[in-house]
């Protein structure tokens, strides 16, 4: 077994920063199979998949992992993860720089991130702000 789901897919797709193993060839491990590394990636939690796309793709545009499996695993984590806007922004930039074909789920995204900071900025009930603004009611 592979003992993470950094390494599975490293054994899979290879790894960009880190040398080829002393004796190349196909793994052996029982669970070398692209379905099973999709099976593992969709029940994974979302530390365990931006801990692989922060290992083999630190900066979005390089890396091993085809495409279809880093859309795969943003889709994931923004799942696990709805309310982050910097993982939305980073799954739109990845989404831009691997074609046009999502460039509209890429602005999608960051609408939603620049909605969800708008609401972080705005004051609360019961905030300094909100004692401060004027009433609309009268």
């Given at each position: 077994m592979h003992s993470s789901l950094t390494d599975h897919a490293r054994c899979l797709y290879g790894d960009e920063y880190r040398p080829e193993?002393?004796?190349?060839?196909?793994?052996?491990?029982?669970?070398?199979?692209e379905g099973y590394f999709v099976e593992s990636l969709t029940f994974a939690d979302a530390d365990t998949?931006?801990?692989?796309?922060?290992?083999?793709?630190?900066?979005?545009?390089?890396?091993?992992?085809?495409?279809?499996?880093r859309n795969l695993a943003y889709r994931l984590v923004l799942l696990q993860r709805p309310d982050e806007p910097e993982l939305m922004r980073e799954a739109a930039m990845s989404l831009v720089l691997h074609g046009p074909d999502w460039d509209d789920i890429a602005a999608e995204l960051r609408r939603r991130a620049d909605a969800l900071?708008?609401?972080?900025?705005?004051?609360?009930?019961?905030?300094a702000a909100a004692a401060a603004a004027p009433d609309e009611r009268g």
């Open positions: 193993p002393v004796a190349p060839g196909p793994c052996t491990e029982p669970d070398h199979d998949i931006l801990a692989m796309l922060r290992e083999l793709c630190p900066y979005l545009c390089d890396g091993y992992l085809p495409v279809r499996i900071e708008e609401c972080a900025d705005a004051p609360g009930p019961g905030t």
